[in-house]
């Protein structure tokens, strides 16, 4: 039994050293996939508004 407990122990950490390589993972991720969003989002906004969408935006007004 004091065998299993030990394993049980062992397995415990190893169980919370995977699972904070998970988060780090995650967090890298989240990373990563912000400053692409960033990235793309900021070329778009430096785009010129094509001049169809200005002339539908004229009929609105």
């Known amino acids: 039994m004091a065998t299993g407990g030990k394993a049980g122990t062992s397995q415990g950490a190893n169980d919370a050293k995977s699972a904070a390589r998970t988060r780090r993972h995650r967090t ?34």
């Open 28 to 61: 890298n991720g989240r990373t990563d996939i912000s400053s692409a969003l960033r990235s793309v989002y900021d070329e778009a906004a430096k785009e010129q508004i094509p001049s169809e969408m200005l002339d539908l935006l004229g009929k609105l007004s």
